[in-house]
């Protein structure tokens, strides 16, 4: 096949348009095609029901009015001491707190959500809420996302006495502009995957440890890159019990004001730089046997359910960034001349934009179609769409680099940033390969079993 330079652009009313062409057709026929252009957004959006399509609209209204001004702000502020909030992300903190984005995953009292939209699973329409709020900034989206992972393990303890306790406090003081923050923390200095797969914490050792103190514990020990763990007033903190292996994982609430809490330093990171990223230390921090997440125990189970849930939304953010990258290099391309013509107009660079454009709506219809489809999130579908997202969306961010060639490596036009970003999105909730040992994990005991030719994929 021989390349051509130059693509001439059809008009709409020209013969041999397929625009022209379709409607030229019976109107029987053209019920069973159609050739238009539609904005691909609006046309998912419609596609979604009408309490998703809602949800959709209104998490990109907030993330283009309230999140979009503080892009630049923040991601090239200086780095911030343990425990300080930048003007702006308080900011934006107190406004998400105000229109229910931080306290919307359980309806009221103990959250924010409508009846309507409790009909839909909460990993699904969080991952519509991440997506929009990634494509406009993904350091500013993890500010506010960190929070719900923290919530996770109590949600999943189906405890209304910790609900209540717990829930109800942050869900007021995010109604009135407080931040209240939630932590996650699992990760140790020395156990990083080890935390997020079972042949790795089989030989792991504890780095952080509840003591046995009366009725209650004491732990200690150190946990890091917990995101938004210098600002988070609580804490889901996993510990193994003395002198048992991670199988003993419990998860305990901590509060940041407790005695012996304190957060060692955060992290000056390549990407996703409005959200930080602590180690945080435990030194005899007294917990009461209240304070416990489900029983002594069953830490590891509710870990891997928290990651079950979250790796829809970091697939959501992948989707987010990929998006983000594709408007970029089409701006790009219809303002930016060679030889008189829009980039636009050359066959090779339309090439690249479809490919870019295929790929994050790949992304977007493997992502919906998984999380939408159950209440239950299956581990082996949840660490298939977050691999392949988090992979994919990084091409994504490469080619329009590519496109865009010299202006896209500054920091004016966002595509650098885009690259820095997304490149964390391939580590957390698992790394990616720890994700591809996950599928096979849910899928290798099916497959030992099944008798020759049984097996389906």
């Not at 419609?46 to 630049?72: D, I, K, T, W």
Request: proline share 5%; charged share 20%.
């Amino acid at each position: 096949m021989i390349m051509q330079k130059h693509h001439a652009f059809l008009k709409p009313d020209h013969l041999l348009s397929t625009w022209s062409a379709f409607k030229s057709l019976p109107a029987a026929s053209r019920a069973l095609c159609r050739y238009d252009s539609k904005d691909l957004w609006e046309l998912d959006t419609q596609r979604l029901p009408m309490p998703m399509a809602n949800l959709r609209r209104r998490a990109r209204a907030f993330a283009e009015s309230v999140l979009a001004p503080g892009v630049r702000i923040l991601d090239e502020a200086d780095h911030a001491q343990a425990g300080t909030l930048h003007p702006q992300a308080a900011q934006v903190l107190s406004e998400a707190g105000r229109q229910g984005w931080m306290t919307g995953i359980l309806p009221v009292p103990l959250g924010t959500a409508g009846v309507a939209e409790m009909a839909y699973a909460p990993h699904f329409r969080y991952a519509l809420q991440v997506e929009e709020f990634a494509r406009v900034d993904a350091g500013q989206m993890l500010l506010l996302s960190a929070h719900q992972l923290g919530l996770a393990p109590l949600l999943l303890s189906m405890d209304p006495k910790l609900w209540w306790r717990y829930l109800r406090p942050m869900v007021h003081d995010f109604q009135h502009g407080i931040p209240h923050l939630f932590a996650f923390a699992i990760t140790e200095p020395g156990s990083g995957s080890d935390v997020e797969e079972g042949m790795g914490a089989e030989l792991a050792r504890p780095g952080v440890v509840a003591y046995r103190d009366g009725k209650g514990y004491r732990l200690r020990g150190r946990k890091c890159y917990i995101s938004g763990g210098d600002l988070a007033r609580t804490l889901t903190v996993f510990a193994a019990l003395e002198g048992e292996p991670m199988s003993s994982w419990t998860c305990f609430v901590v509060q940041s004001d407790q005695p012996g809490f304190s957060c060692r330093r955060t992290e000056l990171k390549m990407g996703m730089r409005a959200s930080s990223a602590a180690e945080i230390e435990l030194d005899d921090v007294r917990i009461e046997p209240s304070a416990i997440v489900a029983g002594l125990r069953r830490g590891w189970a509710l870990n891997r359910a928290t990651l079950n849930m979250s790796r829809f939304p970091v697939a959501a953010m992948a989707v987010g960034l990929a998006r983000r990258a594709c408007e970029l290099a089409l701006d790009f391309c219809v303002q930016r001349q060679l030889a008189g013509k829009p980039l636009l107009h050359y066959q090779e660079i339309q090439l690249q934009l479809a490919q870019m454009i295929a790929q994050t709506r790949a992304m977007r219809s493997m992502l919906w179609q998984s999380a939408s489809g159950s209440f239950v999130p299956r581990q082996s579908e949840a660490s298939m769409v977050k691999f392949l997202a988090s992979d994919q969306a990084q091409e994504v961010c490469t080619m329009g680099l590519d496109l865009l060639a010299e202006v896209g490596i500054g920091s004016d036009c966002g595509m650098e940033k885009l690259l820095r970003d997304v490149r964390l999105i391939r580590i957390f909730e698992g790394t990616n390969q720890i994700n591809r040992l996950a599928v096979m994990e849910d899928l290798q005991p099916l497959w030992l079993q099944s008798g020759p030719g049984s097996i389906s994929c």
